[in-house]
Structure formats: C-alpha cells, structure tokens
C-alpha cells in the first residue's frame, strides 16, 4: 500500500469518528418541497411496485373464473348467443 493510500484511509477514518456539528438551516418553503419531493417518489416506486404485482394477480383471477381457456361468461347470465349471419 502506497503511502497516499494509507494516509488517505487514516483521513476517512478520522473524518468519520469525530463529526462536527452542522449549523445548517432549511427554510419552510424549502423543506416542504423536500418532504413533498421524498414522498411522491416514495408513492411512486410502491404505486410501480402494486401495479407490477396486482396485474399478474389480476389475469389469474380473469383465468380462473374463464376456466381453461373459454371464453369469458356472458354478462346477461342467460343462454345468449347470436343468430349466424348468412
């Protein structure tokens, strides 16, 4: 290990176990924008989530009650068929 590298990793390491205290300040407008920001995205990503679980869900419920294969029941309950066209 060079001397740069060894130096540079005692650096990071001191860095991290003694932190200073940032005086930083975010104003109202600006932190609600943030906290507006974080949770659209987070809405977004388990919205993308529900609609890449939920329509393959959805098609296996639309085949179970088809059956295997058929066509979909009709919406008037009753024997329903159309005349043949000549």
């Known amino acids: 290990?060079?001397?740069?590298?060894?130096?540079?990793a005692i650096a990071l390491s001191s860095a991290c176990l003694?932190?200073?205290v940032a005086l930083a300040y975010i104003g109202p407008g600006a932190g609600l924008s943030a906290i507006g920001s974080l949770l659209a995205l987070i809405?977004?990503?388990?919205?993308?989530?529900?609609?890449f679980v939920?329509?393959?869900?959805r098609r296996l419920l639309r085949r179970g009650k088809t059956g295997k294969g058929g066509a979909p029941?009709?919406?008037?309950g009753g024997d329903t068929q159309d005349p043949p066209r000549t």
């Open 1 to 8: 290990m060079t001397i740069m590298r060894r130096f540079s």
């Open 18 to 20: 003694f932190p200073t």
């Open 43 to 51: 809405g977004a990503v388990l919205l993308a989530i529900v609609g």
């Open 54 to 57: 939920w329509y393959p869900v």
């Open 73 to 76: 029941p009709a919406a008037g």
